[in-house]
């Protein structure tokens, strides 16, 4: 038997699903410029999930209650390949299309 899913857990997994994907996205539209330095630590990948990190354990302290409690540990993992593949998406969007709509302007 599957233990009810309340609304508030669904709702919750939404807002996880879109931060995650407009995190990634924004941290992607970054990624090409590295503006926090070269080092490994500094790419906006690792920040982004850094902060990710540093999110959940404030939502562990604010709601007193283990995180997969909120969000279940399936959908922590999706969310994080979510903003994973936003991220690549926002580098793609900067390397190449906006690159091509500069290109085209100057040309």
């Keep these: 038997m599957t233990p009810a ?3 508030a857990a669904g709702r919750v997994q939404v807002w996880w ?3 995650m994907a407009s995190g990634g996205f924004l941290f992607g539209l970054l990624g090409d410029r590295r503006p926090f330095g070269a080092g490994v630590l500094a790419h906006p990948f690792v920040l982004f999930f850094a902060v990710v990190a540093i999110a959940l354990l404030i939502l ?3 709601r007193a209650r283990p995180v997969p409690e909120l969000i279940p540990e399936r ?3 999706i ?3 979510v903003g994973g593949a ?5 580098n793609l969007v900067v390397a190449h299309v906006i690159a091509y709509v500069i290109a085209k302007v100057i040309a």
Excluded: E, K, T
């Excluded at 936003?86 to 926002?90: D, E």
């Design 5 to 7: 899913i309340h609304p």
């Design 17 to 19: 699903y879109g931060l």
């Design 60 to 62: 562990r302290v604010a």
């Design 75 to 77: 959908a922590l993992l």
């Design 79 to 81: 969310g994080c390949f």
């Design 86 to 90: 936003a991220f690549l998406v926002g």
